[in-house]
């Protein structure tokens, strides 16, 4: 029986020829992430297990990304734990406040996954690098901990889902509209412990922040992973940003999924996720009036330059709505950088925007933009949970980079085609 991308990369780390779904492998991990919130506790059972170094100090990463710069005592402490443990083993990729980024904008752009790794994290959205024909997964802190240590772990091979597109977005349509497309088609909980596996002729239209959007939020369908094919698009960008040689794995086209989806992306419409769940959702013309509160632009999910640039194409020349506070969130320095010297920075702070530094904060309602009772937020982030971004009263509606700019301006869910 033929393999699918995802189960061909798991029998190479594993050292087989063959795998199928549901059986237990041993595998060799390519890269383990943490970041300031998950790896303290990681550490702590690293050294409760009496580990006295890492397997390899090149392929453990950390990233000081949720709530730095530190934002109270307790995440000072918690990144300090990290310092300290990073110095101590001579970790060659920590990152800290002014050379950091959102860990999974980070990884791609530093060249740290390429195609055909197997990247496992102690962060939900580590399947972010399947955008670049990865394997990559979210793990517990004890996990993190082991494969610090020994670099395996233990995985359960997954069934997958395909989902072929054809065709190609309209214009100020984005990957967010696809994966909300289709966590809306399937439900939360349509691709439970499953690989997603994007193919056909219509990859080759999406961009690499398109690929990487979705493939993040693969786990709001509860997926395993997410996974694109590798196409010249994938080969252009490894190749640009790191020197190690990828390694491609294409599904034989005899390999078995559960289900095959087949969608026209020349068909999808803006679309918002309504509270409580990424999967809520509406066509924007299905939206109606709902008033805002704030509106957040960035993240791991949106915080690409191109998800900037959109943003940015929209709301220049006009004033963010009286009331509505916009927070705009570049996903690494880099980014920032290249925001700033292209004047998108500039269009953003005069319409009435605050710009931050690169953090995750205001996506799991840690700081920079916490919800106060009954605020309403449009956010590009991932999630949309009860409290997610602050208190249990508030809403929170996921939309894409252009909707969210449009909806600055008119101080509620709007189309960019009403700016």
């Not at 041993?26 to 943490?34: E, H």
């Not at 059972?45 to 307790?74: Q, R, Y």
């Not at 399947?130 to 233990?154: E, I």
């Not at 963010?320 to 292209?342: F, H, S």
Request: net charge neutral; charged share 20%; hydrophobic share 40%.
């Amino acid at each position: 029986m033929g393999m699918t991308m995802t189960q061909k990369i798991l029998a190479a780390h594993a050292g087989l020829d063959q795998v199928v779904p549901g059986q237990l492998i041993l595998a060799k991990t390519d890269r383990v992430l943490g970041n300031d919130i998950t790896s303290p506790v990681a550490i702590r059972e690293f050294n409760k297990l009496g580990f006295s170094d890492v397997f390899d100090k090149d392929k453990v990463t950390m990233v000081m990304d949720h709530f730095a710069p530190n934002k109270d005592i307790k995440a000072a402490i918690q990144c300090q734990t990290c310092r300290n443990f990073c110095r101590e083993k001579e970790i060659t990729h920590f990152y800290d406040v002014g050379a950091m980024g959102i860990e999974h904008a980070l990884l791609p752009e530093k060249g740290l996954v390429v195609s055909g790794d197997l990247v496992v994290g102690a962060d939900s959205h580590t399947c972010t690098y399947g955008a670049l024909g990865a394997f990559s997964t979210g793990v517990g802190s004890t996990d993190m901990a082991c494969a610090m240590a020994v670099g395996k772990l233990w995985f359960k091979v997954p069934s997958a889902l395909r989902f072929v597109l054809k065709g190609k977005l309209k214009p100020h349509v984005s990957g967010k509209d696809v994966i909300l497309h289709i966590i809306g088609m399937i439900g939360v909980d349509g691709a439970l412990y499953k690989s997603m596996e994007f193919t056909g002729e219509g990859v080759a239209s999406l961009s690499m922040a398109d690929r990487l959007t979705i493939c993040n939020m693969a786990i709001e369908a509860g997926g395993k992973n997410g996974i694109f094919e590798v196409d010249q698009t994938t080969l252009d960008y490894v190749r640009q940003h790191s020197g190690r040689q990828p390694r491609v794995y294409k599904a034989d086209p005899d390999a078995s999924y559960e289900k095959t989806y087949e969608i026209d992306l020349s068909t999808i419409r803006p679309t918002v996720a309504f509270p409580h769940l990424p999967g809520n959702a509406r066509t924007i013309d299905q939206v109606g009036d709902v008033k805002i509160d704030q509106v957040v632009i960035g993240s791991c999910t949106n915080g690409f330059y191109e998800n900037l640039e959109e943003a940015a194409s929209i709301i220049r020349g006009h004033k963010i709505a009286k009331g509505v506070r916009c927070i705009v969130i570049p996903a690494t320095q880099a980014i920032y950088l290249k925001a700033m010297e292209n004047g998108l920075l500039r269009d953003f702070v005069e319409a009435g925007c605050v710009v931050s530094t690169p953090t995750c904060g205001p996506c799991l309602g840690g700081y920079m933009g916490v919800l106060a009772p009954g605020e309403v937020c449009v956010s590009t982030t991932n999630r949309n949970f009860i409290g997610r971004m602050g208190d249990k009263s508030s809403k929170v509606y996921l939309a894409s980079p252009a909707v969210a700019a449009a909806s600055a301006i008119k101080g509620r869910i709007a189309s960019f085609e009403e700016v």
